[in-house]
């Protein structure tokens, strides 16, 4: 290929920097394909750390490690362990397995705190961009210790990576979050951290078979989840809304959360809302007759050519309907602009921009390196 790839200048319109640098200090079993592979990475890394009172690993994916049992774990460690699925949507732990909420509430009880953030987040940021990343949108912030570790670091002039946030309903409640907010319409125009609206995730993940799906998964015969209804969608954003938070962003993996989505922006255009610019992350499965609803919304789905990598494990579970994942093309042709981010699997636009020109399953699935570019903020290319 003698495509002109930039080497940098990319912005990660979905990425997790103040929650995935934890990877920096946990244990890294991404690369293991198998349960015994990722055993000894797991041995080595707590043998490397004796002390610590938790170990978390990332990388489990259940189609190639299978499900790690109580007994496996114990044979590890008697501390305590959380495995986390690559999904980022589940994990496993002695009690067996925890999905969504449940798994987010470990997730985030267990997050660094905030003189551990001050020192991740530049560290991830240098990673980010070594690949070419200047600007990143980090897609849930759901503890003050990652809001205060982000102005500080801002404040301090150290973001090297241009941050926009987007928060978990929790922080709504919060009254030192919403001082942050009353502060920031003072805020600098040479800031390089900005809060931008509310994320919620309305469905799971495919791997986790928690993604809200119309047809049946073909082996466990059910649809995944919803996790809010259509009502506490419209009530949380209109809540976030009226705080100032603009853009509101939804995660839709299945294509009964993608039609979930746009039946709430529906719903809040109806009651005079401007829906142009709002969010569908991932907007993973979309059925053909969401497109037109898409652009009618001015609706913006933010998605992730990288995810390609996992399409070879889905056919057990979607069958036919996996040709309903990615359409950029019928997306771009109906007028749609779609944005692209990594989701940190793995991080880096470059990676993105091959699996969505020479690396695409379908044909719904290739699209032009300028439109490549464009999705990941280069415009203006001659
Ligand atoms: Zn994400």
Redesign the pocket.
Known sequence: MSLNIPESGYTDH???PSSRCRILTECDARAASTWDEARELIAAHIAANPNRDLYVVHGWNQSTWGTPAAADLDALTKKEIIVINVS?HGAVTRKGIVTEKDYEELAIATLPRYDDLLVAIPKYHAYLSSLGVVAAHD??LATMDQVDAYRELDRRGELAIDTTAFVNPCLLDDPRFLAVIASEAKQSPSSHFRLAGLKLFLDGAIGVRTAFVSEPYLDTHDHGMLRHSKDECVALIRKSLALGLAVPAI?AIGDAAVSTVLDVYEELKAQGHDTRGWRI?HCEMVRPSDIPRIAALGAVPVMQPNFHWDLDHYGDRLGENLRLINPFRPLIDAGIKILFGS??MPEGPKVGIEYAMSRARFPEQAIALEEALTAYGITGLD
């Open positions: 979905h990425t997790h980022y897609m849930h995660h992350e989701d940190g």
